[in-house]
């Protein structure tokens, strides 16, 4: 599989600037596009697949730019958002499909689309159409549509979020399998931080059509080092002064925590209250602290107003 890196890249839609300098390198593995909804998430991987074509900045693959080659000379799977199944072709035509244009006789073809079908769970569908499919069944497809003429890179654009809780879990840990032992070089859209942390072993974090943190997902959540990032990975931030009853170890420091990581202590940060609900961990609870809603995690039920120490916390940049 090929190495991404996106150089730079700069995107105008009339008078709005969609992409302001975008650069990261996506290797073998699963590289996540993380970002709330229009940081300009879609449009880099429309720019990386040759769909939409840059103002400024260079994709290069391996080293070698492909902004001279149409999308068909990329070599790209993608699956799109809604997923663009043809809806009168059955599962098996669908998947023939790319592999036909490229060239293969149905019966090769065939063959490697079923080999296809059987890794994503899809024997005995062949016949079917797309409408007599469940959701998962329809992700499945569209995956397997897109792995099945080879391609050197694999782009999602949140594939999986119309499916219920359950069902998308249980398709993440399945796609996290397929692309861990077929390495493929995989660059994933969400806007959800649960589900890239559960696939993904590299985030890519987008904010207004800039990257604003990149590397492992290990490093980025012991290592937040802005407000923004730690916010949107589900974390507390909060600004302690250097005077009155704080512990001394957080005096005048900008810090971040999450929610799981803090226990109730008499020398701590006071909050009051404002909604607690019953977590099969303990109690959920959205609280006052220091002028900010914070959310905290206690195995105990607090009083109204109560005290509590992040037991774990990131030091960010002011």
């Known amino acids: 599989m ?3 890196q996106v150089k730079g890249v700069h995107k105008r839609f009339g008078r709005q600037q969609v992409l302001k300098g975008v650069s990261f390198t996506a290797h073998t593995g699963i590289t996540a596009l993380l970002g709330p909804s229009g ?4 449009t880099t991987l429309r720019v990386i697949a040759g769909l939409e074509f840059p103002d400024e900045g260079d994709v290069l693959f391996d080293g070698s730019s492909v902004l001279s ?10 699956v799109f958002q809604d997923l663009a199944l ?15 244009v490229r060239g293969k006789s149905f019966s090769e073809a065939k063959l490697i689309a079923r080999e296809y079908l059987r890794m994503l769970k899809l024997e005995g569908l062949d016949d079917r159409y797309p409408h007599q499919l469940s959701g998962g069944q329809r992700q499945r497809v569209a995956i397997a549509r897109a792995l099945a003429p080879g391609p050197e890179v694999l782009l999602m654009d949140e594939p999986f979020g119309s499916l219920d809780y359950m069902l998308r879990e249980e398709l993440l840990w399945e796609m996290r399998e397929l692309f ?3 390495k493929f070089t995989v660059i994933y859209v969400t806007h959800d931080h649960h589900e890239a942390l559960t696939l993904a ?10 990257v604003v943190r990149e590397g492992p997902v290990e490093e980025v959540l ?5 407000e923004e990032v730690a916010l949107f990975l589900g974390a507390n931030v909060l600004s302690i002064p250097e005077r009155g009853g704080f512990p001394k170890d957080l005096r005048g420091l900008k810090i971040a925590f999450f929610p799981e ?16 609900a019953r977590d099969k961990a303990g109690y959920r609870i959205k609280a006052n602290a220091l002028g900010r809603i914070v959310e905290v995690l206690l195995k105990e039920k607090p009083e109204t107003t109560f005290r509590f120490i992040p037991t774990k916390y990131y030091i960010l940049k002011k």
């Open 180 to 182: 861990s032992e077929n």
């Open 201 to 210: 072993e590299k985030l890519v974090l987008m904010m207004e059509g800039r």
């Open 222 to 226: 012991s290592d937040p080092r802005y």
């Open 86 to 100: 043809f809806p009168h072709l059955t599962v098996l035509r669908n998947v023939t499909f790319g592999l036909e």
């Open 261 to 276: 990581n803090v226990e109730l202590s008499e020398e701590g940060i006071e909050a009051r209250v404002k909604v607690m």
């Open 39 to 42: 940081c300009g998430k879609t």
């Open 69 to 78: 080659l149409p999308p068909a000379k990329r070599n790209v799977g993608f």
């Open 2 to 4: 090929v190495e991404v």
